[in-house]
DNA sequence: GGTAGGTGCTTCGAATCCGAAGCACATTGC
DNA sequence: GCAATGTGCTTCGGATTCGAAGCACCTACC
């Protein structure tokens, strides 16, 4: 048999469960923060964050905003629902693709964002960045930067593979 | 009260968005192999692999497994009835405490952690190792290991706190 | 010894998530 | 203009998750 597989070493194993219990116990804080302080959860502050703080006109399309965030299509039509519903974004026609749906973040939407946000960050703070220095801050984030290009680049997270088609941008265009 | 919470700046929020990111996209594409290569999910295969690589006697009470995986004990719950039903692992009373349940993995589970664990590393390195320097990653073992101890010590992430006494007062035998 | 409080796990109901399938529009080629 | 193919979003069914409530046992204190 062609044993052999553990080819990583201690810093390599390390490195990734240490990533993914970080990040699932920051994720689990902040979700609890979030639940006890606003009527929103973490996806729902997500997305409204993306939409009223990183979008300059405050709205974006689906696919985008599933990809940001990587959630199915699927959840995003959910959560979407959601927050719709709760009269936090608006869903819209996209003015080209007569297909696509623009969701528009709403003024209660970004009051929502504006009165969660100091305590996000607050716990952001005390759980991940207390115990670093700076220097440690920098460079997680300059090796994690990195890494998200290339995790965004190499696999078609959203795009699933629809059928066995291709979809290289080549000749047959 | 009105005590202005500092915004995180540039870097802070950018470590903390891209930790998110890498996190969650990193789940997603090892559950996704994991589910075209083999019958467990993700959750499962961490806590097989927890005892079976981690735990020298292969089994571990079921609140230490909780807080290794960050879930809820009623979520653990869940998956261990799975997992036993699948024959992966038994369960059984602890010797201390009556009350307290002893997971054990068994020849099958391990079997199962060998036969996932080559493509498990391979996304990994392909993923999230692969764009990275040696250097990095041992920056980021170093950045992540004291906010992982941080996170873990500073809240009770599974001692959610049991407020809400008794309804019946007495004769409540 | 007896009672009060704490801990360990499970059950329960509801919410959330995903992938597959389906519908509607867009784009291309004829 | 019309058919064929690709893309965007939604619906659908099932699986998984959580928190709260509940039961059983352990520990502390009198």
């Not at 116990?25 to 502050?45: M, N, P």
């Not at 300059?56 to 629902?81: F, I, K």
Request: charged share 25%.
């Amino acid at each position: 048999m062609a044993t052999a597989p553990p080819p990583l070493d201690a810093v390599e194993l390390g490195a990734y469960f240490a990533l993914i219990e970080v990040a699932g116990l920051l994720r689990h804080a902040v979700e609890q923060q979030l639940r006890e302080e606003t009527d929103i959860s973490y996806v729902q502050f997500q997305l409204l964050a993306r939409l009223g703080l990183d979008s300059p006109t405050g709205s974006e399309r689906m696919t985008d905003l599933a990809d940001g965030v990587v959630y199915s299509r699927s959840g995003l039509t959910y959560q979407a629902g959601l927050l719709e519903k709760a009269e936090l974004v608006t869903r819209g026609q996209s003015a080209d693709d007569e297909r696509g749906v623009t969701v528009s973040i709403t003024d209660a939407g970004r009051a929502v964002v504006s009165r969660a946000l100091p305590g996000h960050v607050e716990v952001i703070r005390d759980l991940l960045l207390q115990p670093l220095s700076r220097t440690q801050v920098e460079q997680l984030y300059a090796v994690l930067e990195p890494a998200r290009e290339h995790m965004r680049a190499a696999p078609p997270r959203s795009a699933r593979a629809r059928r066995g088609g291709r979809s290289s941008p080549a000749a047959a265009s």
